[in-house]
């Protein structure tokens, strides 16, 4: 921000930070309601870090991990969708709320609109088969290949879920190596075997007879 | 490479609503800052890349007031103020600081020069180009603006010390 470049404009400075606030979110809501708001974000707590997450006006678009540099995630989301992006927590709220029970161990299935806009092609594919993926059960990549039609495509697998944009959501943690090893995850290791165990012991504490 | 507009509203906006204020008392100023920030929202898609972001604001806020400015002159006057009379519960308002309204009392040029100028930081050449006239135009009108207002206020240091302004 550029100061006054005279002194007598000291003063004028004093409420400016309640103010912006304010005009920040008329400003969101407005460009709403005129179907200007492009990519609607905000942050939550959670425990596996400070989650950022965007949505289109079709839906939820992206979430991502600290480890991702949320700054560095909106410059890619105003270079591949639009710039037109403004912080807005009221169009994520369903979000939030649903990944708030989810990590309280309440919620075993989300159900949000989602804009897969940011995967093409044998990725796109890819993601939608891991949503099949039940809460509490795993897959190899070479199951999720097979399950594709293109078994040999292991690695394109990994990759789609390295790349994955919505994780948590559309689970690819819930995909693991034929070996048993964890193999690799967007979130860094710890984050993969957390959500892991939350669905483990959801598994077994709350509903022993199922499967 | 576009920036957010989050980055844009939160680099910018301060300056902007102190363009508006210079020029528009409460809450026309808060509206013409809305109404920039949503104009500059739609056309940012086709901005041109490394142009100056804060001049171009200050120039759509600058059109914004004037706007609001026209709009004032053509509302049927002699009403009773009544955003002083009425004593509804809405939002609580910071006192406004004399030195806005001296500002907006500055002859037109003089307050668009100071505001653009001292305010928003653009410089005199890019102020001529928002206000029209010459650079040396801009700057002299700027320089009258700021003599007045020093006129007008004959220390200084009491309108920059905090508790002068909320006692």
């Given at each position: 921000m550029i100061n006054p470049t005279d002194p007598i404009f000291d003063s004028i400075t004093h409420d400016e930070a309640d103010t912006m606030a304010r005009l920040h979110d008329r400003l969101a809501a407005a460009a709403d309601v005129d179907r200007l708001l492009d990519v609607a974000y905000r942050t939550v707590d959670s425990p596996v870090g400070t989650l950022l997450l965007a949505a289109t006006d079709q839906g939820l678009l992206r979430i991502a991990y600290q480890l991702e540099n949320h700054d560095?995630?909106?410059?890619?989301?105003?270079?591949?969708?639009?710039p037109r992006i403004l912080y807005a927590p009221r169009r994520l709220d369903q979000v939030a709320r649903q990944l708030a029970e989810y990590f309280a161990g309440d919620r075993r299935d989300f159900v949000l609109p989602l804009d897969f806009r940011l995967a093409h092609g044998f990725r796109r594919e890819v993601l939608a088969r891991l949503v099949m993926i039940d809460y509490?059960?795993?897959?190899?990549?070479?199951?999720?290949?097979?399950?594709?039609?293109h078994p040999r495509a292991v690695r394109a697998v990994g990759t789609a879920c390295a790349t994955n944009p919505l994780p948590v959501i559309v689970p690819c943690h819930r995909v693991l190596r034929s070996d048993g090893q964890l193999g690799g995850y967007v979130g860094g290791l710890p984050t993969k075997a957390a959500l892991l165990s939350l669905e483990a012991g959801q598994y077994s504490d709350t509903s022993p007879a199922m499967r | 490479m576009k920036r957010p507009f989050e980055e844009i509203v939160a680099q910018h906006g301060p300056t902007v609503l102190r363009v508006c204020r210079a020029v528009l008392a409460r809450p026309d100023a808060d509206d013409a800052w809305s109404e920039t920030?949503?104009?500059?929202?739609?056309a940012y898609s086709d901005l041109a890349d490394g142009a100056n972001i804060e001049a171009w604001l200050v120039t759509i806020a600058h059109h914004k007031a004037i706007d609001s400015l026209r709009a004032q002159s053509r509302r049927a006057v002699p009403v009773a103020n009544i955003d002083e009379t009425s004593s509804n519960a809405s939002a609580w308002e910071p006192p406004e600081n004399d030195l806005w309204a001296a500002l907006r009392a500055l002859p037109t040029k003089q307050r668009q020069a100071v505001a653009y100028h001292h305010l928003a930081g653009l410089p005199y050449a890019e102020v001529a180009t928002i206000i029209g006239g010459s650079t040396d135009a801009a700057r002299r009108a700027a320089y009258d603006g700021v003599r007045t207002l020093r006129r007008r206020y004959r220390d200084p240091q009491q309108l920059t010390s905090r508790e002068g302004i909320h006692s």
């Open positions: 560095q995630v909106l410059q890619t989301l105003s270079e591949r969708v639009s509490g059960h795993t897959e190899t990549y070479s199951q999720v290949a097979a399950a594709t039609g | 920030f949503l104009a500059a929202m739609r």
